[in-house]
């Protein structure tokens, strides 16, 4: 009885081990995808509005997402950005869920851009 006990004790152990492994993984592949987005659209230049876009990134365990990014239409392959984000958005989503995460449910609004000094920038109004 104490063997059949210490084996299931050492299964625990490992599937807990396996678990958290999963989960510090899944922690390094989103901060890795964001890095790589980030790096996709670093290049901001513009010459007028009309080629400034924004996209939703991140997953808040609320819904919705934690902030919107600015890139320029000349500089990045739109398509493959939306799919990047998309994997990230996704993956983030099934994290949040599988461990349980909570967030401020909070929306975040969508970021007016504008071509500010050659450069896409989020455009704010000031009072």
Not at 79 to 94: D, F, G, I, P, T
Not at 96 to 125: A, F, H, M, W
Request: proline content about 3%.
């Amino acid at each position: 009885m104490k063997r059949i006990l210490a084996l299931g004790g050492l299964l625990l152990v490992l599937v807990s081990c396996e678990k958290e492994k999963i989960y510090r993984d899944d922690s390094e592949r989103l901060r890795g995808m964001e890095q790589e987005i980030l790096a996709f659209i670093q290049d901001k230049a513009c010459q007028n509005e009309r080629v400034c876009g924004s996209i939703a990134f991140g997953s808040k365990p609320c819904g919705g997402p934690w902030k919107y990014l600015v890139y320029s239409l000349k500089a990045a392959d739109v398509a493959r950005l939306e799919e990047k984000v998309q994997s990230y958005n996704e993956l983030e989503k099934e994290v949040n869920t599988r461990e349980g995460k909570i967030s401020d449910c909070v929306q975040v609004t969508p970021v007016t851009v504008d071509c500010i000094d050659g450069q896409c920038l989020p455009y704010t109004v000031k009072d």
